[in-house]
């Protein structure tokens, strides 16, 4: 096979995306000098990329440090701009849809959210209100001049790279061409899993300003597991989710945990979904029954309802942990990634329940002591996929940022 030659837009393409990268990543603003000997770029090289990045508005320039009190001349600091690039991150879930405008330096542009049940409806109603509704955002983004990089749309079922949602069994839909509707086609949307995308949510730096501490470092392996009615799951080694040969990988509510289990709705039996799933969850502790327990309302009331100690409610928590300790336990077993972190609903029962699976994780992983399991709570955990898919929207800038320069 023929080796593709490297032009010299391909190599400076390669290191803005590089020194973006760089930036993104640190925990505080760098000069010339450190982004140079961090990136390994020359320091002549970094004086024609750092110019062109502050000309478009993708960096910009701090007040000048001084280097000391008697010897060296300041240095300025270079920060992410939002003042000309952003991207648009669309959701549809099982509890509303809505949107998020991001500016690269991680602001909010604006954003919008419709709370309601999503059960059985009509696909092409909910895209149509999508589309009259991101239309504030459009409009808030043309008043400020920002250019558009990226259009995400996260989505709870599985979707193929061709834009075809096959499923995504707690709205009821299947087999949708998502190039067909408006909103999609209008904006050059591409769409993606709501776990994927609330998992590259976690990473720090992944598409803004890296900012104080974070449960997680920029390269770092894990699995993350995103709670709704349901549970879905993401996969991410060295920062990047691993999607699997025909991009579904990280299904974990759907491991069986018991044989002779509950049947579930993708026709198994005993799937992690239907322990520790939200629906599942308070269906079992007696907080509400079927057709009114995928209310957020429900969630706040089992809560209560374990803190009061409440038999029939402890006795489904502690089902569901056990349920999620054995699934998550087969998946580090198979993947050989150690740390864990708990979106959405099991976020909200706090440290003890993640020391509780440390502990329960312990004793099934194969590995252990040589292993340490980790089980961490989310820094990000409102609306973590819509975040996500705005994020993943700004990285077509940040792979490819001459594209958008030049234009």
């Known amino acids: 096979m023929a080796l593709k030659s490297i032009n010299q837009d391909d190599l400076r393409n390669h290191n803005l995306s590089v020194v973006l990268s760089t930036l993104l990543q640190s925990s505080k603003p760098m000069s010339r000098a450190k982004l140079a000997k961090a990136t390994g770029l020359t320091k002549a090289t970094m ?42 991150g669309l959701q549809i879930n099982t509890d509303g849809y809505g949107f998020a405008v991001l500016a690269l330096d991680g602001s909010v542009v604006a954003q919008r959210w419709i709370s309601r049940s999503m059960e059985a409806s009509d696909p092409k109603e909910v895209f149509n209100q999508l589309d009259e509704l991101v239309d504030e955002g459009e409009q808030e983004i043309s008043k400020r001049g920002l250019t558009v990089v990226g259009t995400v749309l996260a989505l709870p079922g599985l979707v193929t790279d061709d ?3 096959l499923s995504a ?63 879905g799951g993401a996969v991410v080694r060295h920062g990047q989710v691993a999607h699997g ?8 509510g759907h491991v069986s945990v018991a044989l002779d289990g509950p049947q579930c709705t ?33 969630v ?23 349920a999620l300790a054995s699934a998550l336990a087969s998946a580090i077993n198979i993947l050989d990634i150690d740390t864990v972190v708990l979106g959405g609903l099991w976020d909200r029962f706090g ?12 004793l099934q992983i194969l590995s252990y002591p040589e292993v340490q399991p980790r089980v961490l709570l989310p820094d990000v955990n409102t609306r973590p996929a819509l975040l996500g898919a705005a994020e993943v929207g700004l990285r077509k800038f940040i792979d490819n940022p001459l594209e958008f320069i030049k234009s």
């Open 47 to 88: 004086s024609l990329l750092v110019p062109m990045l502050v000309s478009s508005d993708a960096l910009e320039e701090g007040k000048p440090v001084s280097a000391g009190a008697t010897y060296g001349r300041p240095s300025t600091p270079l920060n992410i701009s939002g003042r000309r690039f952003c991207s648009i």
């Open 163 to 165: 834009m075809v949602l």
């Open 169 to 231: 069994k707690n709205l009821g839909w299947k087999k949708l061409e998502l190039s067909g509707f408006n909103v999609v086609k209008r904006l050059d949307a591409l769409a993606d899993n709501e776990a994927n995308l609330a998992a590259l949510a976690q990473i720090p730096g992944y598409a803004t300003p890296r900012n104080g501490k974070s449960v997680i470092r920029p390269t770092d392996s894990f699995i993350y597991i995103s709670t709704d009615i349901g549970i």
């Open 245 to 252: 040969d025909s991009g579904f990988a990280g299904e974990l």
């Open 266 to 298: 993708c026709g198994r039996c005993g799937c992690l979904e239907m322990y520790a799933g939200r629906k599942a969850l308070v269906e079992a502790s007696g907080v509400a029954d079927r057709g009114v327990s995928t209310r957020m309302e429900a």
């Open 300 to 322: 706040d009331e089992l809560l209560a309802k374990y803190k009061a100690h409440d038999d029939r409610t402890v006795a489904a928590v502690d089902r569901a942990v056990r």
């Open 351 to 362: 440290k003890a329940l993640t020391r509780r699976l440390n502990h329960e994780l312990e």
